[in-house]
């Protein structure tokens, strides 16, 4: 397929590349012209506008918007939709708020626009790895991009299949469901962003524990000189608690196991506050996940070892950098 990419940063220019690594071909825009001219150079057909990028995309056409979630992306669109025309597509692949994306696809669709929200996970890891993909819009707009997200997607794998999945949907064995209408998509991601908070705190704290275990304050015949790199990396083997989370843990307790590169100092890039959001609002308890988001706040006001390693996954899983 031809597809525009829109937001070529750590995930949307390895959206494009992986794309194109598989044939797909695409045309590329971002506010960055060193970032055009790198997928220029991997194979892409780089444009300096949103109305080049419409031009260069046969119709009916397909751009997919990688861009932070709220302003930037209620700007582009603003600035996009009027170079669109009816039966073109726009995928929004960011982490945008469910809510928006229902009001978002309504007013597209008075010019005949289909829109589609895709929640992505994969971190700087997917150009390899491939992308988790949870989609939401219209089933027929989905099935017509399906080559797109079948490229994206991590694929099979060695992961050993779950029995009675027989008569099931095989694309989420591949890593990529349809969930439902506009919204469903990027509400899932939302909710899985907000368990992803409460196990990486789950993670920080057990190992916190450990680390403090040699203090002076215990009794002498209770103290442990704990290796957490090597606990990390036993743990990986076997145990009921090992996770990809935990790989990450391993790599960066295996670079430095005192994570001084790290203040502890941890953001939230706001799934985390929806998800809570959304539990208030259906009335469902959600202790652990509005626990581990309150320990971010906290975090910015002094830090502990856990926080620095929650810092540690998120750089390891997602490129993200701790705020000075």
Same mark, same amino acid.
């Given at each position: 397929?031809?597809?525009?990419?829109?937001?070529?940063?750590?995930?949307?220019?390895?959206?494009?590349?992986?794309?194109?690594?598989?044939?797909?071909?695409?045309?590329?825009?971002?506010?960055?012209?060193?970032?055009?001219?790198?997928?220029?150079?991997?194979?892409?057909?780089?444009?300096?506008?949103?109305?080049?990028?419409?031009?260069?995309?046969?119709?009916?056409?397909?751009?997919?918007?990688?861009?932070?979630?709220?302003?930037?992306?209620?700007?582009?669109?603003?600035?996009?939709?009027?170079?669109?025309?009816?039966?073109?597509?726009?995928?929004?692949?960011?982490?945008?708020?469910?809510? =928006?994306? %229902? !009001?978002? @696809?309504?007013?597209?669709? +008075?010019?005949?626009?289909?829109?589609?929200?895709?929640?992505?996970?994969? &971190?700087?890891?997917?150009?390899?790895?491939?992308?988790?993909?949870?989609?939401?819009?219209?089933?027929?707009?989905?099935?017509?991009?399906?080559?797109?997200?079948?490229?994206?997607?991590?694929?099979?794998?060695?992961?050993?299949?779950?029995?009675?999945?027989?008569?099931?949907?095989?694309?989420?064995?591949?890593?990529?469901?349809?969930?439902?209408?506009?919204?469903?998509?990027?509400?899932?991601?939302?909710?899985?962003?907000?368990?992803?908070?409460?196990?990486?705190?789950?993670?920080?704290?057990?190992?916190?524990?450990?680390?403090?275990?040699?203090?002076?304050?215990?009794?002498?015949?209770?103290?442990?000189?704990?290796?957490?790199?090597?606990?990390?990396?036993?743990?990986?083997?076997?145990?009921?608690?090992?996770?990809?989370?935990? =790989?990450? %843990? !391993?790599? @960066?307790?295996?670079?430095? +196991?005192?994570?001084?590169?790290?203040?502890?100092?941890?953001?939230?890039? &706001?799934?985390?506050?929806?998800?809570?959001?959304?539990?208030?609002?259906?009335?469902?308890?959600?202790?652990?996940?509005?626990?581990?988001?309150?320990?971010?706040?906290?975090?910015?006001?002094?830090?502990?070892?856990?926080?620095?390693?929650?810092?540690?996954?998120?750089?390891?899983?997602?490129?993200?950098?701790?705020?000075?």
């Amino acid at each position: 397929m031809r597809i525009g990419v829109v937001g070529l940063g750590r995930m949307g220019g390895n959206i494009a590349r992986r794309l194109l690594k598989h044939g797909h071909e695409c045309a590329v825009f971002d506010a960055n012209p060193a970032s055009v001219k790198q997928l220029s150079e991997a194979g892409a057909d780089g444009v300096d506008s949103l109305e080049a990028l419409v031009k260069a995309l046969p119709a009916p056409r397909t751009i997919w918007l990688m861009l932070p979630a709220g302003e930037i992306t209620n700007s582009t669109l603003k600035a996009l939709e009027g170079h669109l025309e009816s039966g073109d597509t726009v995928i929004e692949g960011g982490n945008a708020f469910y809510k =928006d994306d %229902i !009001s978002r @696809s309504e007013h597209l669709a +008075e010019k005949g626009v289909n829109y589609l929200d895709v929640g992505v996970s994969g &971190g700087v890891w997917g150009l390899e790895r491939g992308y988790c993909m949870m989609i939401g819009g219209k089933k027929e707009v989905f099935e017509k991009h399906d080559p797109i997200f079948a490229t994206l997607a991590p694929g099979e794998g060695e992961i050993e299949k779950t029995p009675g999945r027989e008569t099931r949907d095989p694309r989420v064995l591949q890593g990529y469901l349809y969930c439902g209408p506009v919204g469903s998509g990027h509400f899932v991601k939302m909710v899985h962003n907000g368990i992803e908070y409460g196990m990486m705190q789950a993670y920080a704290e057990g190992f916190d524990i450990m680390r403090n275990k040699n203090l002076a304050s215990l009794p002498a015949n209770q103290r442990y000189d704990l290796d957490m790199a090597d606990i990390a990396e036993v743990w990986r083997r076997g145990s009921v608690v090992s996770s990809w989370l935990l =790989d990450l %843990i !391993s790599i @960066s307790l295996a670079n430095d +196991e005192s994570l001084d590169e790290f203040s502890g100092q941890v953001n939230d890039s &706001g799934e985390g506050r929806w998800t809570i959001e959304a539990a208030i609002e259906e009335a469902v308890p959600a202790n652990v996940l509005t626990a581990s988001l309150y320990t971010r706040f906290r975090s910015r006001s002094g830090n502990s070892y856990g926080e620095k390693l929650l810092s540690a996954m998120r750089n390891q899983f997602g490129g993200h950098v701790e705020s000075k």
